[in-house]
């Protein structure tokens, strides 16, 4: 099967198709996840794309030229650990022991270029590996949209990602790139313009149709003052900074990336699609749930965005400062020192 998958692709170059197929922002994205295992960079994606004369071959190529490659694949990683690391980065496994030995063989023997092998296998993807392959590529480009030039966070917006939708939807909300799962408003019943309740369905508001998920929060961890969030997956900062620190957007970045607190160094502002996350309309002065003990109502807390959000009623408007409430992933396990 290899074989002929290998026949295949190099009769292929030799007919100077694949050789002289153009870059594009899904197959550059692609090589971003295959060699690096992260989500690129907008300012890098767009140089390969829109400023670089280079073909999709000679870009996967030059690839191997960047500091960052050099220090992913040092000159002591051997073939099998480097085809390895590659079907992980794409696919979240190792591949079977048949293809291992067979590429490992390929590329000892310089029959292939680790760049071709790279487009072999990206090519070849079939069933769940295509799936996780596309669901990667479209966070990834998600994320160079933004510009965000974080390598860090370029990372972790690959954690996670399955052939499952789900997990699409679960990163678009822990990183900060879209929406987060849709959460019932806390709203039970209907009222008319009078301020009447409404027990008919002639009135079909959010109490009417009670769509969304339940809130769900773990008990608040005194010990190292947060709270998280089960359906979003996300931590919470809830100790007394989050009523005292009122800050201009920049400081609140700064203070968020700068933050120790239950022994863990990499929490960040919140997107506007994240904090509004913690709205409870089933209450009020706070609407928040109470498992949150640090809470100021009649102030604005900053997003990374800059919106606003006043927890007195859930009210939204955008602002350039406000008080600070950071989180980070809940599963991510990078401890402090």
Not at 40 to 53: E, F, I, M
Not at 95 to 121: C, H, K, M, T
Not at 164 to 174: E, F, G, L, P, W
Not at 178 to 190: A, M, R, V
Request: net charge negative.
């Amino acid at each position: 099967m290899y074989k002929i998958l290998l026949g295949i692709l190099l009769f292929t170059f030799s007919t100077n198709y694949l050789y002289a197929e153009e870059t594009s922002y899904t197959n550059v994205t692609e090589l971003y996840v295959a060699t690096f295992d992260r989500a690129p960079d907008g300012y890098g994606l767009a140089y390969w794309v829109d400023t670089s004369t280079l073909s999709l071959e000679e870009t996967a190529n030059s690839f191997f030229d960047q500091l960052e490659t050099k220090e992913k694949y040092p000159s002591n990683l051997t073939t099998i650990e480097f085809v390895n690391q590659v079907y992980t980065n794409l696919f979240n496994r190792k591949p079977d022991q048949e293809g291992l030995i067979y590429w490992a063989g390929e590329l000892d023997s310089n029959s292939v270029s680790r760049s071709v092998f790279i487009l072999a296998v990206i090519n070849g993807a079939i069933g769940d590996d295509a799936k996780i392959l596309q669901n990667k590529t479209k966070i990834g480009f998600t994320f160079a949209l933004t510009h965000d030039e974080d390598i860090n966070r370029a990372y972790k917006a690959m954690e996670g990602i399955t052939a499952d939708d789900s997990s699409v939807v679960s990163s678009m909300c822990t990183s900060g790139l879209g929406d987060c799962p849709l959460k019932k408003t806390g709203q039970i019943k209907s009222y008319d313009v009078e301020g009447e309740e409404v027990i008919d369905d002639s009135i079909k508001d959010d109490g009417f149709y009670q769509k969304g998920v339940a809130f769900d929060y773990t008990s608040r961890d005194n010990e190292k003052e947060t709270v998280i969030d089960n359906v979003t997956g996300l931590e919470w900062q809830d100790n007394e900074d989050v009523v005292d620190n009122e800050s201009y957007h920049e400081e609140a970045i700064e203070y968020c990336q700068d933050l120790k607190l239950g022994g863990y160094t990499d929490w960040k502002l919140p997107t506007i699609n994240q904090l509004v996350t913690l709205v409870d309309r089933s209450k009020i002065n706070p609407a928040i749930d109470i498992k949150f003990i640090y809470v100021e109502s009649s102030n604005y807390y900053i997003t990374y965005d800059k919106w606003g959000i006043r927890f007195s009623t859930g009210y939204i408007r955008s602002t350039s400062s406000g008080l600070v409430r950071c989180v980070r992933v809940a599963n991510n396990q990078s401890e402090g020192n």
